[in-house]
């Protein structure tokens, strides 16, 4: 395929993606993003499958020939982030940012789209375009299994854009590509008294320290060096005034791994530290581990045949410490996730930051990750 086919139609789908990122809809909210994707896609005369989604939708190209179903995924949630770029098609949503670049990753799904409306003689099997919501949030991918809405699809393939790699790169990798993502809440149930009077109390903030510092602890001792975990407590809060000992103390914060057994080594020893510290000072604890997203990790067939058919030059990535919900899927659909390059300055801002901005030039090289992984992926299970 020459490469200006991927271009084709790259005016188009810049100004849809200006459009996305003027407009950007926080998590289960995106009702306008929605109504665009859908008049877009029936100006096109695609055909949308209708689902059980409030937000987010489901296209459909069948190709000329018989075959495999292969779903595309593209997220198209926004973050509460005031943006602060100097983008003529900065946010008009005050306090409300594309800051992940997902409208990056519908206008390449668009795009797709259309170039496979011009080539469906290329396509021998059934295409399904995701446009999925919430994956901010927590809850948009389990919302599409839920509603059964990728029923029938064998294969999935994504992407996210990456601000640390220039346009032009592609990087991925069988197995882990991003890190599961853990959330957990510790609360200490003391008794409070009077500052001046800490015999009268089961001092909670004696312990939240304890538990803080012990925390520290768990992936230096008991996690395989060669593996990656992070354990971070990201909030406390105890009492309110200088005299008063609280009766409570709370802290949490997020685990991150890419090992699925290292996810039960960190919960035994959060856990159990949390209670055994609290009870050698007489006071009590419940622990709170919240599973948000699991790794994602690439199928080693599929990964290979999307790699096989690119014609871009494949980068090994670093794994990222950041999660992603595309992971949810590859629990019951083997799936296909990458990195693409959306800036690569030495100071680019990174995802979620109010100066995070992805190029425009990312966009035709989304499409040709789409489309000849697509390809690769249905010759691969024909
Ligand atoms: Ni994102």
Known sequence: MDEKEYAKHIDEIVELRHYFHQHPELSNQEFNTTKKITEVLNNWGVKIIPTKLDTG???????????????????????????????????????IMHACGHDLHMSSLLGTIRFFQDHQDLVNGTLRFLFQPAEEAGGGADQVLQKDVLSGVQALIGFHNNPNLPVGTIALQPGPMMAGCYKFDIKIKGQGSHGAKPEKSKDPIVVLAAIISSLQTIVSRNIDPQDAVVVSVTHVSAGKVWNVIPGEATLGGTVRLFN??????????????????????????????????LPIANDVKLTQAVINNLSIKVQKPVLSMAGEDFATYQKQIPGVFAFIGSNGKSDAADWHEPEFVGFDEMLPIGIQYFVEGTLGLLKYLK
């Open 260 to 293: 699925l057994k290292d996810a039960a080594i960190v919960k035994k020893h959060l856990i159990e530290l949390a209670q055994r510290i609290a009870a050698a000072y007489e006071e009590k604890v419940e622990v709170i581990w919240d599973e948000r997203t």
């Open 57 to 95: 939708l489901l296209a459909e190209i069948k190709g000329t020939q018989p075959g495999p179903v292969v779903g595309l995924r593209a997220d198209i949630d926004a973050l509460p982030v005031y943006e602060n770029t100097k983008l003529v098609f900065k946010s008009q949503n005050a306090g």
